[in-house]
């Protein structure tokens, strides 16, 4: 449904269902009452630009009587508010949009809660693509900015966990309190387990007990980032080629640090664990 409608008396039922769902703000005009046009005009744009978070039906008492008749409208213009099919607050006359919003934010779903609402549609679609995945990070992130309720960086930590990030998911998870390990908190603990298990390869055992060997083989350093990044082990991969770039830039020809480069940019500027490195090294140049 749109955010802005005419209500009449064919989609009036409609509109009574969608207030079972949302918040929808009724607003009681006629063309020549020029107080209500305006405020008809500044609700429309109240809606258009907190999309979303309320649905506005304009009446047109001239041609809708009855449903003006219905809310027992007595003057114009008049604003009320729905919420499950009732009537919960109003005003009569002209307001301003500061006026506007003092009311309507008694009742509104904070931006937040729209952003979570829309990640968790993203990733409960059949398919989730990689773009949906990317834009629900953003929405999550954005939501978080606003508040630090666990639903949020569950559903985050599940984002991290489609896009094969474990450490950023790992990260969040470890971070959610007693009281929050639910069900869902628990499902993806043991999904970033199996993960993790599934990313301990043999080549990355061999590889590691070789260099534990012989510690100073740059060489096998690197093959051991190659495959810890294949892997998606990247914050280990990132941090031991990063541990030998803090002592020389150059080791081995410059291996280490086309590595490092090449890796980071596999991953993408959006990654979190990649923007962190990226950080650090930018500080070992400036």
Known sequence: MENV?????????????????QVVVLVFWAEQQAD????AHRLEALAQQHAGRFLLAKVDCEAEMEIASYFRIQSLPTTLVLDKGQPVDGFAGL???????????KYLPPVWQLQLDEAKALLAQPEV???????????LKEAQSQSTTAEISLVL???YLQQEDYTAAAALLD????ADQDGYYQSLKAKLALALEAADTPEIRELQQ???????????LIALARALHQAHRDDEALGSLLAVLRQDMTALNGDVKQVFM????ALGQGHGVANQYRRQFYSLLY
Do not use: Y
């Open 5 to 21: 409608l005419n209500l009449t008396k064919d989609n009036i039922q409609q509109v009574v269902d969608a207030s079972m769902q």
């Open 262 to 265: 090449e890796i980071l940019t």
């Open 175 to 178: 971070k959610i309190g007693l």
């Open 95 to 105: 307001q301003d949009e500061q006026q506007i919003g003092i009311m309507l934010d």
């Open 157 to 159: 930590a599940d984002v």
């Open 210 to 220: 070789k260099l534990a060997q012989t510690p100073d083989d740059l060489t096998l």
């Open 36 to 39: 209500s046009l305006a405020m």
């Open 129 to 139: 693509s990689d773009e949906m995945l990317s834009t629900a990070q953003v929405l």
